[in-house]
């Protein structure tokens, strides 16, 4: 990888070690509320100025989106260059209860909203017990430790051979009567790993192997996750890595998104969950 996307994934490396060393003071709750509608943490707010701040100049970069900010940014000059799209904190909420979370990066080729396919690179930083990062680009996805004097390379991810851990989000009573099938049917082969912030849970199912998701529910079809920021990076990742994805029917990266804070039903993992889940759906 050379030039602006490069710089992007190195921006972000750069700043892992401010925003894990900042979060400390910063678990209390901000007073405004995301597009999404959900309440912004402080350090929703406070990651998200800091990436913008380096991310912003880089040249190459045209458009600047965030999951917390209600309009994309023009931040070059040329019709033509990158879009960057970030959770500057997924699984904010984690904060407080000193649970994982981290930033989910992704770099479109067109302006937003875009499509899956114009996916060029897509990664994450996952602040857990150490702060690593994975970063997929042109079919591979590698794993790095991110310290203070900068990344070190842990070697390529790729999907186990065998599923072993599955996590769905959402009320099991606001689950629909098909997908809640299907998740009995997983039980009986995979164990429960959910926690709350999906780069950490997808994390384990590039691992362990298995499946993670955040299905249609009955009071939200389209679920919670925003396809721009969260399912079609880390779909894209997942897909690097060995795996596939699913928003029930089909790849995520088949997805043309209407909107930029779009939400979409979202699943990643094994290739065979994924079609177990499609067959469950379409009946
Ligand atoms: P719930 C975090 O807010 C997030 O967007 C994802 O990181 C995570 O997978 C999901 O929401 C958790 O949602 O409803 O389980 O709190």
């Not at 490069?6 to 209390?28: M, T, Y």
């Not at 597009?35 to 990651?47: H, K, M």
């Not at 430790?145 to 769905?168: C, N, Q």
Request: net charge negative.
């Amino acid at each position: 990888m050379s030039g602006p996307v490069e710089r992007v994934f190195d921006a972000a490396a750069d700043a892992a070690p401010e925003i894990r060393g900042g979060l400390p003071e910063r678990r209390a709750k901000a007073e405004s509320e995301n597009e999404s509608g959900e309440v912004q943490l402080e350090a929703d707010v406070w990651a998200d100025d800091l990436l913008f701040d380096r991310i912003a100049d880089i040249e190459g970069v045209n458009w600047y989106a965030s999951e917390e900010r209600e309009d994309v940014l023009t931040v070059g000059d040329a019709d033509d260059g990158y879009a960057v799209a970030l959770d500057p904190l997924d699984g904010s909420s984690n904060v407080k209860s000193n649970n994982p979370c981290g930033t989910v990066v992704g770099v479109y080729d067109q302006p937003l909203p875009a499509p899956g396919s114009s996916l060029v690179a897509a990664g994450f930083v996952l602040y857990g017990p150490t702060t690593t990062m994975v970063v997929a680009r042109d079919g591979e996805a590698t794993e790095y430790l991110v310290e203070a004097d900068g990344r070190t390379d842990l070697g390529p991810v790729e999907l186990p051979e065998e599923p072993t851990v599955y996590g769905f989000g959402g009320r099991v009573p606001d689950w629909t009567e098909a997908f809640e099938a299907f998740v009995r049917d997983v039980e009986d082969d995979l164990k429960l790993r959910y926690g709350g912030a999906m780069i950490a849970d997808v994390n384990q199912v590039l691992v362990y192997g298995g499946a993670f998701g955040y299905p249609g529910l009955r009071s939200a079809p389209e679920g919670k996750l925003r396809a721009h920021f969260e399912s079609m990076p880390v779909a894209y990742v997942v897909e690097c890595a060995g795996g596939a994805s699913s928003d029930g029917s089909g790849s995520l990266l088949d997805l043309d998104p209407d909107s930029v804070h779009e939400r979409t039903p979202t699943f990643v993992g094994h290739r065979s969950v994924m079609d177990d889940l499609e067959a469950a759906l379409s009946d």
